[in-house]
């Protein structure tokens, strides 16, 4: 009968000896698995950044922004477009110019001034005519433009190729 208890004796203490899960390795673990969540969302949402133009449902970029009808832009008037990130520029002569709102100083974006006929940069006071010529530095050059195309009466704007300009030129402006 000795014999028996000591067998089950030694069974408890190897059972009691055996370290259960604690709590702070069971927390370490948890935070270990939601931080390499958290990593993975982080990845995803940069991407995002690096892929140009807006995904639709088949996967495709689509970098092509119809801005309306040539008929719906007034002469001489400037149009914002913030989510294609551009302003229609349409001249008195009835041409288009698709400007960038990025400012080419540090990439801030720059607001249209009706009453000055200007583009100017918030963060440092850089300035840009009509044609997107700075006006006042800091910004070293124009803004970029984007190509625009004019179909049965429709304005497109391709966003996915924003063209870096040193001066402006007439060939800029697009007709319909």
Known sequence: MKEKNIHTNSKLETRNSQPATSRRSFLKRIWGILGIVAGIEMLAVFSGFFAPGKRNLSGTTQT??????????KLNSVFPFRSGKFYLARFSDGGFMAISLKCTHLGCSVLWNEDKKEFMCPCHASSFDKNGVVIN?????PLDTFPVIIEE???????GKPVRRLAFDRSQITYA
């Not at 530095?137 to 050059?141: I, M």
Request: glycine content about 10%; cysteine-free.
């Open 153 to 159: 009466g429709k304005v497109k704007v391709d966003i």
């Open 137 to 141: 530095p800091p910004a070293p050059r």
């Open 64 to 73: 092509l922004v119809v801005a309306g009808n040539v008929a719906d832009f």
